[in-house]
């Protein structure tokens, strides 16, 4: 059930390709936690990873629909925002709930929201980006 890095994903600029590709390796790491025993001490790490980087590259990401005069960027934002309060409650959870239950809460939300959300969210501003791009590369 590991996730690859297919060029279908692509948004058309590399830093957010790179962005994306690492949240597919942090999901795939969450993937790989222990499913048995207490692995506390794993989740906790990678919902600590995910939590940071997701939050840099949401900011980098928004800079670039911003810069691209994107429409959408406050509905964009607005998934951005649920996805961090989701993943927030997540690691919550972990303090008082079964961590296995927590890994499979985690992977479920993954599986459900990061895909769906780079491959419809964000390719919505793939032709803008494009644009962008080579309005820059004109200039």
């Known amino acids: 059930m590991v996730f690859a890095w297919t060029d279908d994903l692509s948004v058309g ?19 790989e936690t222990k499913r048995f025993g207490d692995n506390r001490p794993q989740l906790r ?9 997701t939050r840099e590259h949401f900011i980098r990401e928004e800079l670039y629909m911003t810069k691209c005069g994107f429409p959408d960027l406050a509905a964009h ?24 239950m927590v890994r499979v809460e985690m ?27 080579t309005q820059e590369q004109l200039s």
Request: glycine share 2%.
């Open 13 to 31: 600029v590399a830093e957010l390709d790179n962005d994306h590709r690492e949240l597919i390796a942090i999901f795939n790491h969450v993937l």
């Open 45 to 53: 790490e990678a919902i600590q990873r995910l939590s940071d980087y």
């Open 77 to 100: 934002r607005g998934e951005h925002a649920e996805f961090i309060r989701t993943v927030t409650e997540i690691e919550e959870h972990l303090a008082s709930t079964d961590p296995l």
């Open 107 to 133: 992977i479920t939300f993954l599986n459900e929201w990061l895909m769906r959300h780079i491959q419809y969210a964000d390719a919505k501003y793939r032709p803008h980006m494009a644009t962008f791009l």
